[in-house]
């Protein structure tokens, strides 16, 4: 009865039966040959795997069947052993320790395929849990797409058990080729997330997907995709400082406080939609963001633990929100920007009854006179850019941290990542000019 062997590691085999049932692994020791542990405990296997023998020829085992016979692959993928190699219990070389998959099992090293789910049964428990912890609405429903449309075409029917990094990378390959950077960067994180949920329910050892994203992995990524996207643009995705002056000057009716609002604390759209007037300080003239609406409307957490923040307004602000409060629908949720009956205004009504007509009414359109700012992003991004543009410019001149901090950034690489290049270079012309004049007289 010929046994296959397959190299699944540097160094590392697995003995299987004619059947592919798996009987033993061999893997790297330095001491003697002195085991072979039985993986079933069946007698037909029992007396299979005690005719296992274990030998070494040039630093490689070998697995000898009954009566000798060679062990040869039939699997492609497996390494095929065309000549038989006898046991030599002397040889100094780099010697083998027979483990069995049970011992691994035991251990909590392995998980058998029969103990294994599919990806994509364990994409189901992961969406699972998801809701059992509370997750947004709008998070699972971007779960669920994830892998509806990406991961489970793919790769759904494959056991976890036999998920590796060559794997992995394969199913990396596959969805490049038809789909953008940004989705598969997004499809291999919902496979990496889904795998640790099955860690936890012990489907599954190693988590593949993380174990291969190391820190320069992941700092190329960034990389890669910081070159691809580009650096902001005044004037092409943000408004520039004269044509938020003409926006300003345009602004009226129940969307002025608004835009203001976002213009002068730069909050998310999601967090515009959910603040509520107790969170809005107008004596001591901050607001507090401790909460967001999502796109269905239900008020949620914050996006993240740092997006709970506190912003100060100024006075222009102040005073358009306090003539604001008299004249502002009123509703269980206490919002300050509600529809007209009190509840949860939704994007799409901001940006196609405000945001657009509001543009168009101060020309800032393209040369087909369509509106050239047409998400509430934009103006977020313009509130970046007046924390960091200098004083003498009309900004306000704040350090990163501090910029970082009034945007809710999850980390200070973020905003460094997004807006560095806003940031004044100290370099300019005049302070050459001063420099060249104090070096050379």
């Known amino acids: 009865m010929p046994r296959l062997r397959e190299e699944i590691a540097d160094g590392t085999y697995i003995v299987r039966t004619a059947a592919g049932e798996a009987l033993a692994i061999l893997i790297p020791d330095r001491g003697r040959v002195d085991r072979t542990e039985i993986l079933s405990k069946s007698p037909s296997e029992m007396r299979a795997a005690a005719k296992l023998e274990v030998g070494s020829r040039a630093g490689a085992p070998s697995v000898r069947g ?30 083998y320790s027979t483990v069995g998959v049970g011992h691994d099992v035991r251990a909590g090293l392995h998980v058998p395929d029969s103990g294994s789910v599919t990806v994509a049964e364990a994409g189901r428990l992961w969406l699972l849990s998801g809701e059992a912890t509370g997750l947004e609405r709008t998070t699972l429903e971007t779960y669920r797409s994830l ?3 990406h991961v489970i075409p793919v790769i759904g029917g494959t056991k976890l058990s036999r998920l590796t990094v060559p794997v992995v990378r394969i199913f990396e390959d596959k969805l490049r080729a038809d789909r953008s950077p940004a989705m598969v960067r997004k499809a291999i994180g919902a496979l990496g997330a889904l795998l640790a949920d099955a860690q936890d329910r012990g489907l599954v050892v190693q988590n593949v997907v993380r174990s291969r994203r190391t820190t320069t992995h992941r700092s190329k990524e960034r990389l890669h995709l910081a070159r691809r996207r580009g650096h902001l643009k005044v004037g092409v995705d943000l408004p520039s400082p004269d044509e938020m002056r003409t926006f300003i000057a345009h602004l009226q009716g129940r969307h002025r406080p608004l835009f203001l609002t976002a213009v002068f604390t730069g909050l998310r759209a999601s967090e515009l939609r959910g603040l509520r007037w107790t969170d809005v300080d107008l004596k001591r003239g901050e607001l507090h963001v401790r909460q967001r609406a999502d796109r269905h409307g239900a008020i949620g957490h914050t996006k993240s633990a740092t997006a709970e923040r506190s912003v100060p307004l100024p006075p222009l602000l102040i005073n358009t929100l306090r003539e604001w409060r008299r004249g502002c629908p009123k509703g269980d949720a206490d919002l300050v920007f509600p529809n007209g009956s009190g509840r949860v205004e939704t994007l799409t009504n901001i940006v196609q009854r405000g945001l657009i007509p509001a543009m168009l009414a101060a020309n800032i359109v393209t040369k087909d006179g369509k ?21 003498v410019d009309g900004g306000l001149e704040l350090p990163l941290k501090v910029v970082q901090a009034r945007l809710g950034h999850a980390s200070i690489q973020m905003t460094a990542d997004r807006y560095g290049h806003l940031f004044p270079r100290g370099d300019d012309g005049a302070e050459l000019a001063a420099a060249e004049r104090a070096f050379l007289g």
């Open 147 to 149: 892998l509806d449309r």
């Open 371 to 391: 509106p050239k700012y047409k998400g509430l992003h934009s103006l977020r991004h313009f509130y970046a850019s007046w924390c960091i543009n200098r004083r």
């Open 66 to 95: 009954d009566g000798g016979e060679s062990c040869v692959s039939r699997r492609p993928h497996c390494q095929m052993f065309q000549s038989e190699l006898p046991k030599h219990p002397g040889t100094p070389a780099r010697e």
